[in-house]
């Protein structure tokens, strides 16, 4: 193998390699090189590695797949080109969502000088699939490399399986008392309180302490943004906290940091759900209608909760920010679609803005659960009508108009709809 070769290869697990793993994105960060700059010698295997490097990068993860196969074959029996090949080809089947195979390659790589990175992207693919019996054992095995887990092991031992006697047994474990930072001591704080509240002793209610604070206010003095985010992570454990932090926040004078920060750490995805919709509240009730706080709510939305994406939407809604306030309609019904109101307030919406293939689209998902509801025959006549099909509209509004007793006010609308068709 020459020189520059065993190069590309050195550089290659730089780059594969990196995780943006919640608040651990600036450990990933120091390893990323930028390798789509690089060209590669006139070498088969580069080509194609290279070629599903590019591939990935666009989004185009099939094709990435397909140029990974080529590789392989001209990989031949080299360990460390397999290797980072079956870590590329885990990845693109993360993406597509098909993680029993993404599992299956990372699993396959464990053992290898950067186990912790796969061991981060295999505990992000075990949660994906509800494997929380390995998710655990993963999760643990990361808590020896760095305390930057702590939110995660919290999240999946207490909040998602309700085991807060072994979540505290491993934290006294593996943190012994000695040599506990104060990351360490505050999520063993909280732990000891779940257990005692599980027990059926007195809660002993512990408010957020002024040093706590203070250490927050003193990061944000500092400009220190890195170590205050995984702070206000920390902090965040309690929905109570939601209002100090963003009084914190606001002191800096500088919002679009802190809505960065702010960003980073609810996208975390260790943070309860409690506690998100506790410092959704706290913003839309504090900042009013502004700039900064609608381009923070549309780049937050992907990561929260079906509940804080109603008021969001609602929020949207009631500043006439209806484009936004339909895509977070839509978005809430997409995690839960059980809630019927919203479902109506969204088709409500979708036919203000004349966006008739979104409705009918809607419809028909609705009717597969709400069947024979007038109210969604109503609403599929007048997209139809809207769409300038008035035939299959007449149908559709005289067979929901079969469906209506006595509810006068909605027999007028089928009446005008259908009068409507009929013209």
């Known amino acids: 193998m020459t020189q520059i070769h065993r190069l590309y290869l050195v550089l290659t697990w730089c780059f594969l390699f990196v995780f943006t793993f919640g608040s651990i994105q600036s450990y990933a960060q120091e390893e990323e090189m930028k390798f789509h700059e690089l060209e590669p010698e006139d070498d088969a ?8 490097i590019r591939y990935k990068a666009i989004g185009n993860y099939r094709l990435a797949l397909e140029s990974l196969n080529t590789a392989e074959k001209e990989a031949g029996k080299s360990k460390e080109m397999v290797e980072v090949i079956r870590f590329e080809r885990a990845q693109n089947h993360y993406y597509l969502g098909e993680y029993e195979e993404s599992i299956f390659y990372f699993e396959d790589i464990v053992e290898t000088p950067k186990k912790r990175e796969v061991l981060s992207w295999l505990y992000q693919t075990y949660i994906q699939v509800r494997d929380y019996k390995n998710a655990k054992e993963t999760i643990v095995q990361l808590l020896g490399y760095s ?10 031992y207490v909040e998602r399986t309700n085991d807060a006697e072994k979540a505290l047994q491993i934290l006294e474990s593996i943190f012994a008392e000695e040599t506990s930072t104060r990351q360490v001591g505050f999520y063993k704080d909280l732990i000891k309180e779940t257990v005692i509240e599980n027990s059926g002793e007195k809660k002993v209610i512990t408010e957020t302490s002024n040093d706590e604070i203070e250490k927050l206010q003193s990061l944000l003095k500092e400009k220190n943004w890195e170590e205050a985010e995984i702070y206000m992570e920390l902090l965040l454990q309690k929905e109570s906290n939601a209002s100090l932090i963003w009084e914190q926040l606001e002191s800096t004078q500088d919002l679009n940091q802190a809505y960065n920060s702010l960003k980073k750490v609810l996208s975390s995805k260790n943070i309860p759900e409690k506690s998100m919709q506790s410092m959704l509240s706290v913003l839309l009730e504090k900042q009013g209608v502004s700039s900064e706080l609608e381009q923070f709510l549309n780049q937050v939305y992907d990561n929260l909760d079906a509940k804080s994406l109603i008021e969001i939407g609602n929020y949207f809604k009631n500043n006439n920010n209806l484009h936004s306030a339909k895509r977070m309609y839509l978005k809430s019904l997409t995690i839960s679609f059980d809630n019927y109101s919203l479902i109506i307030e969204t088709l409500q919406l979708l036919f203000e803005l004349e966006a008739y293939t979104e409705q009918l689209g809607l419809i028909d998902k609705a009717m597969d659960y709400y069947p024979m509801q007038p109210v969604l025959f109503l609403y599929k006549g007048k997209a139809l009508l809207g769409m300038k099909e008035e ?27 259908i009068q409507k068709a009929k013209q």
């Open 45 to 52: 295997f580069q080509d194609a590695f290279f070629a599903a």
């Open 147 to 156: 305390e930057v887990y702590l939110p995660s092991f919290y999240m999946l």
């Open 391 to 417: 035939k299959k509209a007449l149908e559709v509004l005289e067979e929901g108009a079969s469906y209506v007793i006595d509810q006068p006010e909605l027999e007028k609308e089928f009446t005008d709809s």
